[in-house]
């Protein structure tokens, strides 16, 4: 089951405050898809940006999916990431620096299948698209 976009939207605004006063008990969860708060710098702003992201946690790891629920347009805060990649998450209570990058090849598809495992929307959302929906891999900094 896929969500759609208008709801992510909502989700979003309502999201990241509840999430940072509960500390991810409340909002921290999609389904079985674990939640966690990406805050990324403004490519053209250069001011915080936060947003709430499903994720996979692999090792040290954490993979996030710039689908933007299949829309044509990727989300920003993947575009942010791609012009500045160190950015924070919010897992829960904690707090990490991490540095972005790009999966590419077989180890895109290998995240791709995982994510996917955990929430089938994934499939869905990228056959709403044309464009290359990006899988990042977010490394500790």
Avoid: C
């Avoid at 936060?50 to 347009?73: C, F, H, K, Q, W």
């Avoid at 999966?103 to 955990?118: C, I, S």
């Avoid at 869905?124 to 990042?136: H, K, L, Q």
């Amino acid at each position: 089951m896929s969500i759609p976009a208008g709801a992510l939207r909502a989700m979003g605004k309502l999201n990241v405050p509840v999430y940072r006063l509960t500390r991810g008990r409340l909002m921290g969860k999609i389904g079985r898809a674990p939640v966690l708060l990406l805050t990324s710098t403004g490519r053209r702003s250069g001011a915080p940006r936060t947003a709430p992201v499903l994720y996979l946690a692999d090792g040290d790891r954490v993979v996030v999916i710039g689908s933007n629920a299949g829309n044509e347009r990727a989300p920003a805060w993947s575009h942010n990431l791609k012009a500045n990649p160190d950015s924070e998450v919010q897992i829960r209570g904690e707090r990490r620096r991490v540095r972005a990058r790009v999966a590419e090849g077989q180890e895109r598809a290998e995240l791709w299948q995982k994510m996917n495992a955990q929430y089938a929307g994934f499939e869905d959302y990228d056959e709403r698209t044309s464009r290359d929906i990006a899988v990042f891999i977010l490394e500790p900094r």
